[in-house]
């Protein structure tokens, strides 16, 4: 892979599994003033070469093939008809990131604020903010009223809201018309009560695999990415 530097023999950190948060740890580690040699190992293939993961709409190709994912299923559900239901889990350079539906949505400011409350300095949705911006790069779209305030202009994750399908408008619409709340971009403004189309961490129809993406983008000296490239 084009980001392997083999020549460093100790690193500063291993990280075990190149999935979405850990390619991430790993591109802040190698990045930052230190310019710590980190080592990445994930269990299953390299993300190159797999169009599907990178086209939203080759997700369920991915299902069918199975060969990106560990597999689990959940045990009989009484509450449905004891049906045996698929618990997909990326493994893949990109982990879940490499094969999810790319819904872009930061999480709910009162559950932030829970878990600064329960002692965590640091977590609370207004100390968050400004690390959700710094992380995205919003592409404003016709079809779309954004909160600009909220969104990130210059992060390493692009996002941007693509049109309803006429149905799906209908949908919409007919919510709206028994008084539901129309709150375009309550996906990040921690809202979670009123209706949206969401968006998406995708540009151009182009899925960012988010953790691939950090993986990729990360030419940084010292980071060494090994992945199963047998399986
Ligand atoms: C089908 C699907 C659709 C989703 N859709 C969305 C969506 O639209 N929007 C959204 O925000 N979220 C979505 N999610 C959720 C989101 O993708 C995950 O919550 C997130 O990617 C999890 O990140 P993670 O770093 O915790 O784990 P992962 O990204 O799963 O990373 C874990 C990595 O560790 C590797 N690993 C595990 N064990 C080992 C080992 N022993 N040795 C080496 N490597 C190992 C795995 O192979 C994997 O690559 C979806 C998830 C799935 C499965």
Known sequence: MANIKDDITIYDYIIIGGGTSGAVAARRLAEGKDHYNVCVIEAGPSHEGIDNSRMPGGLPALFQEGALDWGYNMVPQKGCNNRVIAASQGRVLGGCSA???TVFTRGVKADYDRIADMGNPGWSWNDMLPHFKASE????AECHQADLS????NGPLHTEPHPLMPISQKILDSFIDQDFEYKPDMF???EFEGLLCSHYAIKCSYQASLGVGHVVRTIHNGLYVLSNQGS
């Open 137 to 140: 790069t919003f592409h404003p």
């Open 99 to 101: 094969i999810n539906g």
């Open 188 to 190: 990040v403004q921690g």
């Open 150 to 153: 909220a969104h990130g202009t």
